[in-house]
């Protein structure tokens, strides 16, 4: 099993509002990772969790706040947003060494559209 | 950071080979040379990676020039499944972890 399960899948939510993003991985891989994408964009790093610890913040507003309650789930928790942070956010998750093997496999993503 | 550059954009007919450049002229030692390609509404998919060596696997073929300052992914027989954005990323050592530099991408259109 490959698979890096996101959800919701699409969120509208306005300004004021506080959600969250959910990812969750059943591959034993202990490096997760926030990715942003903007329409017709790459995907932008945000967060990289290695041992349920944050490791790199590509200093991101603390709007955004991440949190990792165990090997398996990465959270991702929205708090007031401005419209220009409507986009997709990706999850990914891989072995946690720097190894030969080492790729990221990334999930479908949410479609975040804030009003 | 090291910096890939990719063409906006390429077009393929059906069941012909695609090859598609990346230039990554900054890059080091201890990078890896990554290709993802991402369809509408799905996030990235693994495609290939490698260090120094060419590289082949049932999807595709990563061919790295000597220097390491540009790669090629071969699409070996192009489908229409294969229309995507194809991205190129190295892959480099960053606080004890690492990260994957995106390229800006390719779309590749796949003609019938």
Known sequence: DTEVTQTPKHLVMGMTN??????????????????KQKAKKPPELMFV??????????????????????????????????PEDSALYLCASSQADAGAKNIQYFGAGTRLSVL | ??????????????????????????????DYIH????????????????LTSNVNNRMASL?????????TLILHRATLRDAAVYYCILRAPLSGTYKYIFGTGTRLKVLA
């Not at chain 1, 991101?60 to 991440?66: D, E, G, H």
């Not at chain 2, 890939?4 to 069941?15: H, K, L, R």
């Open chain 2, 63 to 71: 061919a790295i020039a000597e220097d390491r300052k540009s790669s």
């Open chain 2, 35 to 50: 290709w993802y390609r991402q369809l509408p509404s799905q996030g990235p998919e693994y495609v290939i990676h490698g």
């Open chain 1, 18 to 35: 506080k959600k969250s993003l959910k990812c969750e991985q059943h591959m034993g891989h202990r490096a997760m990772y926030w990715y």
């Open chain 2, 1 to 30: 950071d090291a910096k890939t550059t990719q063409p906006n954009s390429m077009e393929s007919n059906e069941e012909e080979p695609v090859h598609l450049p990346c230039n990554h002229s900054t890059i080091s030692g201890t």
């Open chain 1, 49 to 82: 969790y290695s041992y349920e610890k944050l490791s790199i913040n590509e200093s991101v507003p603390s709007r955004f706040s991440p949190e990792c309650p165990n090997s398996s789930l990465l959270n991702l928790h929205l708090h007031a947003l401005q």
